[in-house]
């Protein structure tokens, strides 16, 4: 190994010792580079004895140095430690303060877990003492995560607990209420109505809730009437059963009550189209055929009301056209003026160019008179969009005046279409 080598090495110890407890390189790691060092230096030859002097005192002076980092690093490791061990004090504390008979709820656990996790968080730092301190006390973490974890899930198996008993009660009530509505489709038979009615009536009454409002169920069938108008009786039936399930709602389930809703709703669509069907096949298609005749007839008014807005839109832009288009041939005339004027000046100023005496004058027109042609190009490009615009205008005002035409003919077609329904409604009334 050559001396420069043997600095270099020195070199990036000294660059390793300033990275000491920045970076993660290890006080064992530096040591080993030293020691290495050290061996290297019993086989270098330098021819200048200063120069080994210097090297030699440029590594003690990082030996040194790392010595005091050592100790330094020890010292804020274990306040570290320290602090990690207090802060799991005091969640310990708090949890063992808690009565041995206390439930933490959900907030509470939300708060342990919290205040868990943020130890967490600062433990991860690799600022260890030692192996083994680092050991002790992240065990003793785990235990306490562990105790939160038992609480947190008594917690939860408190609810499922809870929840499975509400769900049981909520089923009592709900399976003969779907039961009865289930009796009330149209297309059931009507000897079903009353065993069922009075399953839902023995559940409600084996939880202490009111059951009124069905006594003509039995009178309907013991009667008679329910031969006659069967549609009748269980459509009546169906209104109490949703009276019902509107009173006692909160002593249901939020999937029972969505399930007993959903039949509720599906038998509600089925007797409202057996009410239909009862009501005659040919009102309804007269009825139908009115609606629709109405419905088209409406149609036609709105789009004959939107055509006659759109022409009178039409002729107010063929209008403003029109106003317009003076004013731009106005511009025109102007910008012809100034043109004229422009090419005056020029001739002016090119007299005086070719009259000049000095150069300097000369310089001077001649700049004048770039000026005024680089004008003159100007007002002739700004004429030439001036002319395009009024050809534009007088383009566009064309072509409206054919969409008035036209838009006037759809209007009387729609006008002779909208007399013609109407005549068709008054014949059918």
């Known amino acids: 190994m050559t001396p420069t080598e043997l600095l270099q090495k020195i070199e990036a110890f000294e660059t390793a010792l300033a990275a000491y407890g920045v970076t993660k390189f290890s006080a064992k790691d530096l040591w080993d580079q030293r020691q290495e060092i050290v061996e290297d230096f019993r086989s270098v030859e330098f021819a200048d004895p200063g120069a080994r002097k210097d090297a030699w005192q440029r590594l003690q002076d990082g030996i040194d140095m790392l010595k005091q980092r050592s100790a330094l690093l020890q010292v804020e490791n274990e306040a570290f430690a320290t602090e990690a061990e207090e802060r799991i004090e005091v969640l ?7 009565p041995a008979d206390a439930k933490p709820g959900k907030e509470a656990l939300a708060t342990l877990r919290s205040a868990a996790n943020e130890i967490f968080e ?3 730092q690799n600022r260890w003492p030692s192996k083994e301190r680092r050991t002790g006390v992240w065990d003793r ?3 306490l995560k562990d105790r939160i974890k038992k609480q947190e899930d008594a917690h939860y198996a408190r609810i499922r607990e809870d929840i499975k008993q509400r769900q049981e009660r909520s089923a009592a009530l709900a399976n003969p209420l779907k039961g009865a509505l289930e009796a009330c489709r149209p297309s059931g038979e009507e000897g079903l109505l009353l065993p069922a009615v009075s399953d839902l009536g023995t559940a409600l009454a084996a939880r202490g809730l009111a059951f009124t409002g069905f006594g003509f169920v039995e009178e309907a069938l013991a009667g008679g009437a ?6 009748k009786l269980k459509s009546d039936t169906l209104r109490e059963l949703r009276r019902l399930f509107q009173e006692h709602r909160a002593h249901f389930s939020r999937e029972d009550g969505q399930e007993v809703y959903t039949l509720l709703t599906a038998v509600q669509k089925e007797m409202d ?4 069907a009862y009501k005659g096949e040919r009102q309804r298609k007269s009825d139908e055929w009115v609606e629709k005749q109405k419905a088209f007839a409406d149609m036609l008014t709105e789009k004959l009301q939107k055509r006659s807005a759109d022409k009178i839109n039409l002729e107010k832009i063929i209008a403003a056209k029109r106003d317009f288009r003076p004013k731009l041939e106005q511009r025109l005339e102007n910008q012809q003026d100034y043109l004229n004027k422009l090419f005056d000046d020029l001739d002016e100023l090119q007299e005086k160019f070719d009259g000049a005496r000095t150069p300097n004058l ?3 027109m001649e700049e004048l008179i770039e000026s005024k042609k680089g004008r003159i190009a100007e007002v002739e490009a700004d ?3 001036v002319e395009q615009r009024i050809a534009d205008v007088d383009k566009d005002i064309t072509e409206l005046e ?3 035409v036209k838009v006037g003919e759809g209007i009387a077609e729609m006008e002779a279409k909208v007399r013609e329904v109407q005549a068709k409604l008054k014949k059918g009334a």
């Open 92 to 98: 310990q504390r708090r949890i063992d303060d808690a």
């Open 122 to 124: 600062f433990m991860r």
């Open 141 to 143: 973490f785990t235990a």
């Open 226 to 231: 329910a031969v006659k108008a069967p549609l």
């Open 273 to 276: 189209a057996a009410w239909a």
């Open 362 to 364: 000369r310089e001077r």
């Open 383 to 385: 004429m030439k969009g």
């Open 402 to 404: 054919a969409k008035v």
